[in-house]
């Protein structure tokens, strides 16, 4: 059985209402702050079972049994600390929020996070208000939709190939994502298959890493 770890990182923060589709994973999970996270996670009302970082864009450092302060300069950020505090732990499926917005060297290292959550063996994603970010290797899979959310794939490796998707308005079938062309960008969750009110896209490939988005748009689709 998969342990699920929730991380809060110091980005930009989520609603409430985001926060409340996760509550059961709160209420489940071994739940790290990183660095100023912890305020988001007071904020959503939040029990942090680990506090971690080095506490340099805080307005107020934490204090208690439960924090551990690591100095300013230092190899891993804030938030593959606390990635590898959850694997320590015994997570391998992890949900970070707070880790959008703000600086794109930020994002793009936050990506990558999430690429070493998946060479461990683990499933990572991140979550916020305007996007939805999980990096899969091959094998099938079905991501919810969720409305006024286009939907995008990259290929974080070389190339994703045998790539089929449906349940979309631009379905493929055994087609190749390289990463030097955008192909797969803004699709849409048109319908599902299994005959459910709610609507699925279809994902299903056999070599390579898939990076998926789902960005806030600003019509209705």
């Known amino acids: 059985m998969s342990e699920s770890c929730v991380i809060f990182a110091g980005g930009e923060p989520v609603s ?70 959850g694997f320590e732990h015994g997570c391998d499926e992890f949900r970070i929020f707070g880790a959008t917005g703000g600086r794109l060297d930020h994002m793009i290292g936050n990506i990558q996070s999430l690429a070493y959550i998946l060479s461990q ?39 994703v190939e045998g790539l089929s998707i449906s349940g979309v308005k ?18 849409v969750i048109t319908d599902g298959t299994d005959g459910s009110e709610d609507k699925f896209a279809h994902i299903r490939f056999q070599k390579g890493i898939l990076l998926i988005i789902q960005s806030y748009l600003f019509t209705d689709l």
């Open 16 to 85: 409430a209402e985001t926060a409340k589709e996760y509550k059961d994973y709160f209420d489940s999970s071994f739940v790290i702050s990183a660095d100023k996270g912890y305020e988001l996670a007071e904020r959503l009302g939040v029990q942090s079972d680990l506090i971690i970082g080095d506490f340099d864009s805080a307005v107020n450092k934490p204090e208690g049994k439960n924090v551990e302060v690591y100095p300013c300069e230092k190899d891993d950020t804030d938030l593959m600390l606390a990635i590898k505090k």
């Open 121 to 159: 063996g683990g499933y990572g994603e991140i979550i916020s208000d305007r996007e939805s970010v999980k990096l899969v290797s091959a094998g099938s899979y079905k991501i919810k939709h969720r409305k006024v959310f286009s939907l995008s794939l990259f290929a974080y490796s070389d190339s």
């Open 170 to 187: 631009y379905s493929a079938e055994n087609v190749t994502l390289k990463n030097n062309f955008p192909l797969g960008i803004s699709n």
